[in-house]
Every structure is written in structure tokens, then in C-alpha cells.
């Protein structure tokens, strides 16, 4: 039973995700995942169905959902395979600033083949040395103004999802300005405007589908690559955070399905059944609780945000930080549960709670989410402001 009331649309979205999700991704995510195979077919069985373009707009061949909608799938998509659904994540973050803002070159020559998943999308944000990834208030490395665009010389990121699979990159970078805060800019960059290097094979601990690797580009990034140019008041943070609380409740609600099926099914030493051990059904009890609570911040935060009446990013740290809390608390339940069984990884509770440790430390670093949160609740007198 999903508790929040969802539109008939929503629940199609979900259903589509859900029924890909079992048909697709569940087959392949432990090989996924023991390989570090990239999941080329799974993402192209999203395509397939049309889920690339869920948040794009139908004049661009989109569907035109909301972040409720996004959040939903995304979700059912890393209860089967977390490594899929990130990728798929980083694709609608990636696209997001450009399919709100085109230009009309873009509107033209870009957007429809993001949105029909054409083109595979993703960030390049994170640097070595820029502490706390891509979306952290450091500034990323600089780039030159030349005459139709930009110059690019050996910017190293440190991390970057579909790593040389892509078709396009959301690129991060800054242009120095005499006496003030170097200005950020965002690229939607295609893969063959620049040079770059893959500099490492992808071996994570978790999210082992992902090809998250180091990447070195050079070379001119055509003028016309800019997002926003003329900088239009876009609401786009809500939907890195919320598509990363998705993914995060996703794989705590995919662990827990699979944990709530174990105990149900097995006996103990003893000859009980597992679910008719207190401490046993108390713990699994307990996991249920954390999810319905952080999906229930996620998908009200979500609505509010498609209603227009989300008023800043304080919810969606929120979010963002309840799902990689409870993705690490039910992945740990998992493992302690499943015994020396889900240790010696016969069970799939493991892979789960690797993937899920990635919630700690990527997008914007649990810490900082939890930093962020706290600055909004004692802001800084006015006065004090520009210390
Ligand atoms: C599987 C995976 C996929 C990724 N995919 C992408 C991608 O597609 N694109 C991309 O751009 N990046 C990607 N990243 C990078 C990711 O966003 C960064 O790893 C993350 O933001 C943290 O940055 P960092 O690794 O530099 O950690 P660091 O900045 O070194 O931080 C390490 C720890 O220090 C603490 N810390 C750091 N700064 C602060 C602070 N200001 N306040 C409080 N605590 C702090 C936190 O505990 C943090 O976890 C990915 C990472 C992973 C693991």
C-alpha cells in the first residue's frame, strides 16, 4: 500500500518503473554488481519506455511530470538495482537546468535528444581538492574566456557517473573575475565537444554498475554549451536532493523487502519461525517504521514542490538526509539479521548495504546536507551576513 495519495498519472509512473524494475534490472543486478559491468541493456530498457524524459517538457517530446512522479520511480527503480537507478538519477539531475531554461539552439538541437534518452546524460561536478563534491560551495576549477567559447585545460573530476558512456555531460566549472568570487558556470557538454581521458577503472565499493570514474577533459567548449545564459530564476536544487532521497529510500525499501521475505520464510536453530522471535519481528518492525517516515517526508516535500508551495531547500536536505540515514540503518538491520548467511554474502543484504554507503558520502556529503540544515535554522543575522 503506498500511503500518499497519488494521481492516476503517478501511479502509472510507478507501475512502469515497477514492472521494468522486476523484469529487468532484478535479473541482472547481483551480476551488475559482482561484474561492474555497466548496465547498458537496463538503461536501455528505461529508454525503451519511455522514462528518460519523465520530467521534460512535452513540447520536447517529454512527459511532463512532476518531482513526485521522478522521486516514485527512481525509487523502484534501486529497489532492484541501485547501480541503474543512480545512473538513471544523475540523468534527470543532469538534464534538469536545461530542459527548465533551453535556449533556443538548445531547445532545438539538444533537449529532444536528452529528453527521448537519445543521450545518456550526466554530471561532471565533483574535483579532487574542491572538498565536498560537485555541489559543494567551492569553486571548480577555472576555464578561459576565448573568442566562442571556453578553453579547457586538464580539469581533472574526480568523480563522474557513466564515465565515458555518456553522451553529454552536465560540466561544472568557474570563470575568474577581477576582485569578486569566481562565477560558476554549467555546460550541458556533448561527448565529442572535448577531449578526455577515462584516468581509472571504476572498482567502488558499492554502486559497482555505476563507472563512476576520474575523468580528464581539454579542449574549446563552444559558446552555445551554456546553460542559462541569461540566468532565469530556475528551482533546480529540489530535484538533485529529492532524486538522491529517492534513490537511497529506494535501496532501504528493496533490502527491506528482501529481509522482510527472509524472515518470514526461515526457522531458527530452535525450530521457531524467525518472525515469531520478538526481538526478530520488533527489529523488522522497527526498519518499516524508519521507511514509511522518510517516505513520507519525501513524497509531502515532493508534492509541495510540484504545488509550487516548497518555499526553500531546508525539506530537501531533509529529505536527502533521512533517506541516507535510513538507508544505512536497514542495509546494517540486513546484515544482522541474515546472520553469518548474509556475511558470507548468500543473501542479497550485502550489495545493498555497500550501495548504500554511498549515500553517506556522495551528492552533496551527508554532513554538509546536515550543515546546510542547521545554517537555515540559525541564519546569520543580517548585519553579519558578508563576514
Ligand atoms: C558512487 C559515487 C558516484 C558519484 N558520482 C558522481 C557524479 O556523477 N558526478 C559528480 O560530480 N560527483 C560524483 N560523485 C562524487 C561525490 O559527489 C563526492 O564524493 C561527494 O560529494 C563528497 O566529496 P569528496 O569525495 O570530495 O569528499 P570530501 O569533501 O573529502 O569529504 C569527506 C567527508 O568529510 C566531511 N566533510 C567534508 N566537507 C565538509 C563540510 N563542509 N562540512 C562538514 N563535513 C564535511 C564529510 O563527512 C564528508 O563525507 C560520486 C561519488 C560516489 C561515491
Known sequence: MTYFPLTDAQRHWLEVAETVGRETLAPRAADTDRTA?????????????GLMGLRGDPDHGGVGEGLLTACLVTEALAKECPSTALIYK??????????????????????????????????????????GGAWADAPKASVAQVDGGYEVANIAKSFVTAAGKADSYFFMCSLERPEQRPKQLMFQLLSDDLDWTVDEPWDGLGMRGNNSSPMTFNG???EERLINPDNQPVD???????????????????????????????????????GDVETIRGRIANCKVEIERS?????????????????????FYEAKVASDQLATFVTAEAMTLGGGAAFAKHLPFERYFRDARAGMVMGLAHDIAVQSIGRLLFPKPKEDRKK
Not at 92 to 111: D, F, G, K
Not at 261 to 270: M, N, P, Q, S, W
Request: some cysteine; hydrophobic content about 45%; overall charge neutral.
Open 90 to 131: 544523475m540523468h534527470l539531475e543532469s538534464i534538469e537546468m536545461v530542459c527548465r531554461a533551453p535556449t533556443a539552439e538548445q531547445s532545438a538541437n539538444v533537449v529532444p535528444k536528452l529528453v527521448a534518452g537519445e543521450w545518456l546524460s550526466t554530471v561532471a561536478g565533483s574535483e579532487a581538492g574542491h572538498k
Open 220 to 222: 574549446r567548449i563552444p
Open 37 to 49: 559491468t555497466f548496465p547498458a541493456e537496463q538503461l536501455a530498457a528505461l529508454r525503451s519506455v
Open 295 to 315: 517516505r513520507a517526508l519525501l513524497y509531502a516535500t515532493c508534492a509541495a514542490f510540484d504545488e509550487g508551495r516548497h518555499g526553500g531547500p531546508q525539506p
Open 236 to 274: 533546480f536544487f529540489p530535484v538533485v536532493l529529492a532524486t538522491y532521497a529517492a534513490t537511497y529510500l529506494g535501496i532501504a525499501a528493496g533490502c527491506y523487502d528482501r529481509l522482510h521475505a527472509h524472515v518470514a520464510g526461515a526457522t531458527l536453530a530452535d525450530g521457531r519461525r524467525m
